[in-house]
């Protein structure tokens, strides 16, 4: 049962835009306490990208330093969706991008801390 679905991803040409989109397939995910997202290169590292607290309507919301003032996320509550706006995008924005979700902020602040959910990623091409 697919529980997180990640869509939006694609090719574009650096200073691009894309818009990627992650919908949990019932409540309890979607207000669990966090939803984000990661991303992975090959041959690199997973990284935290951004999430945002879902679990009510208050508004609380991280970037990594590599992407603020360029990413946005941002949820709607009532579809259980969450967003990534990815403005300028650049040739090192390119990886596979995966929507998490997690009771608590930790997968994205702590290496070995795992998010609760993961869905089956969507890719990124940013051509230089």
């Known amino acids: 049962q697919v529980q997180l679905l990640e869509s939006g991803g694609g090719s574009v040409q650096a200073g691009g835009s894309l818009r990627l989109s992650c919908v949990a397939s019932?409540?309890?995910?979607?207000?669990?306490?966090?939803m984000g997202w990661f991303r992975q290169a090959p041959g690199m590292e997973r990284e935290a990208v951004a999430y945002?607290?879902?679990?009510?309507?208050?508004?609380?919301?991280w970037l990594a330093a590599s992407v603020q003032g360029r990413f946005t996320i941002s949820a709607d509550r009532p579809k259980n969706t969450i967003y990534l706006q990815m403005d300028s995008l650049k040739f090192e924005d390119s990886a596979m991008y995966f929507c998490?979700?997690?009771?608590?902020?930790?997968?994205?602040?702590?290496?070995?801390?795992?998010?609760?959910?993961r869905g089956q990623g969507t890719q990124v091409a940013v051509s230089a």
């Open positions: 998490a979700a997690a009771g608590s902020f930790l997968p994205w602040k702590k290496p070995d801390a795992r998010e609760d959910y």
């Open positions: 945002i607290y879902t679990a009510n309507d208050n508004v609380l919301t």
């Open positions: 019932s409540r309890s995910i979607y207000t669990n306490g966090y």
